[in-house]
């Protein structure tokens, strides 16, 4: 069976990336897109106008896009497969979590119909990929967005951990070493004053974490008990 195109994978990642910067990140413009893809601005404007000429964007004044309904179709595809992937070889496989990025994009491109269903159902339908960003349901809805940034919380609040909004590999692996990964609980013991550490509790040990690295950590805020 023939494989994908050097053209194909790049509408593929160019139309990846318009999705989650449209749907997760500050719009779509032209400089988010060239920082997002590491290419020159150039490149991008270039191939906005080919995306556009080909139905899967609209391309918007000051340089805007979004996209048509046959590019949604096409990034939520490979942005659904991209994190499925990623559950895959963090389940299956025990990678770790800042090692699944870059294998995954590998093998989003290639990941056909019937693979993704079997992963589906192997992985009991995950609705987060390890990071916890959603995985966007195949009808194209909208998921749902859990999670608020843990420098939001004040001391003495207990949360969840849910995910990061970033997906730098020393990043993860540092918050891995420290124990904070999606599923651990925490209690706030201190935040220091204009923007200084905030101090952690994770399973019974204190840990100080700064201000900077607290906003890209995302949890899912425990309820205070009600009062009687």
């Known amino acids: ?4 195109t050097h053209f194909e ?6 139309l990846e990336a318009i999705y989650r910067l449209e749907k997760e990140g500050p719009g779509v413009t032209t400089s ?6 590491g290419v020159a601005a150039a490149s ?3 191939m906005l106008k080919k995306l556009a000429a080909d139905g899967y964007i609209e391309h918007r004044a000051r340089g805007e896009a979004k996209l048509t309904r046959k590019g949604l179709e096409v990034g939520v595809r490979v942005v659904r497969r991209n994190r499925l992937a990623e559950c895959f070889l963090t389940q299956m496989l025990g990678m770790g979590w800042d090692e699944v990025h870059a294998e995954a994009c590998r093998l989003e491109h290639a990941i056909s119909s019937k693979v993704e269903e079997r992963l589906v159902a192997v992985l009991g339908n995950p609705t987060t990929c390890p990071h916890g960003h959603p995985i966007p349901p195949s009808d194209l809805s909208d998921p749902e967005r859990l999670g608020v940034p843990l420098a939001q919380l004040a001391a003495g609040d207990g949360a969840t951990v849910h ?18 990964r999606p599923g651990v609980p925490l209690t ?17 040990t204190s840990r100080a974490i700064s201000l900077e690295l607290a906003r890209l950590v995302t949890v899912l805020p425990v309820a205070p008990p009600a009062r009687t």
């Open 9 to 14: 994978e790049s509408t593929e990642e160019y």
């Open 1 to 4: 069976m023939a494989g994908h």
């Open 32 to 37: 988010a897109l060239a920082s997002e893809l």
């Open 163 to 180: 995910g990061v909004t970033e997906g730098l590999s020393e990043m993860l692996r540092y918050l891995a070493d420290i124990g904070l």
């Open 188 to 204: 706030v013991l201190e935040k220091a004053p204009l923007g200084g550490p905030v101090t952690l509790g994770i399973d019974g």
């Open 44 to 46: 991008v404007s270039g």
